[in-house]
């Protein structure tokens, strides 16, 4: 079946640290994949996507490659901020060949970023 | 810009009772979803609907739990008899329809903290 694997947290990072969160999948097919972000007290917001093998989605200064061979999907940035204390979901939405919006998260992991 | 929100923000109940819990979607959004999330564990897709009706749920989405769209802007989701394993918060999300299998965005409400007693 489709399943998400994300590192568990929390992560604690100082600021302008590298951050990885490391998100694995297993899905038939070529599934579409996902990070999200969730703010404190807020929904989870899409933070960035990519649909296709070796596509790197990007959004925010935070970056994840689409690996097809190692089935892969990690969170990077380069330099983490206070403001970026926040739960990242890690997500796909199969790929049946039918019509389906429906996605698969992983558990979540907390980032907390110390000034 | 608009968002998704989602009435009562925490919901206690006792054993047996039904509960509903509400969501405004994204007004020119057609599609509506509703995920939950148990204590530590992952995020949970329950159902999606558009067009007024079920278009795909999960195993998880038994007798036990409905959905409706009774006016042009609330989403909810019933449970008729909750029990103790349906403490979760639960999400609701909306989007715009599918065209051509392209994956449209899903815009997630803050979600409802459910406690059943």
């Known amino acids: 079946g489709n399943s998400v694997t994300q590192m568990e947290g929390p992560v604690t990072l100082s600021e302008e640290a590298f951050l990885t969160i490391n998100c694995t999948y297993t899905?038939?097919?070529?599934?579409?994949l996902f990070w999200y972000v969730q703010y404190p007290g807020e929904g989870l917001q899409l933070l960035l996507k990519?649909?296709?093998?070796?596509d790197k989605g990007s959004n925010k200064g935070f970056e994840a490659t689409y690996r097809k061979e190692t089935t892969s999907f990690h969170l990077e940035k380069g330099s983490v901020q206070v403001s970026d204390s926040a739960v990242y979901f890690c997500?796909?939405?199969?790929?049946?060949?039918?019509?389906?919006?429906?996605?698969?998260f992983g558990t979540g992991t907390l980032l907390a970023v110390q000034p | 810009e608009p968002e998704v929100t989602q009435t009562p923000s925490h919901q206690v109940t006792q054993m047996g009772q039904e509960v509903i819990l509400r969501c405004v979607p994204i007004?020119?959004?057609?599609?509506f979803y509703w995920y939950r999330q148990i204590l530590g564990q992952k995020v949970e897709f329950l159902v999606s609907?558009?067009?007024?009706?079920?278009?795909?749920k999960s195993e998880i989405f038994d007798d036990q739990f409905s959905v409706e769209r009774p006016d042009g802007s609330n989403f909810t989701l019933k449970i008729r008899s909750t029990k103790l394993e349906d403490s979760a918060m639960y999400f609701c999300?909306?989007?715009?329809?599918?065209?051509?299998?392209?994956?449209?965005?899903?815009?997630f409400g803050p979600g409802t903290r459910l406690t059943v007693l």
């Open positions: 999300a909306s989007s715009e329809a599918l065209a051509g299998g392209q994956y449209n965005e899903q815009f």
């Open positions: 899905a038939t097919g070529y599934p579409s």
């Open positions: 990519a649909t296709k093998a070796d």
């Open positions: 997500a796909l939405r199969p790929n049946y060949g039918g019509a389906t919006n429906k996605l698969i």
């Open positions: 007004s020119n959004h057609l599609y």
């Open positions: 609907f558009y067009n007024n009706e079920i278009s795909e």
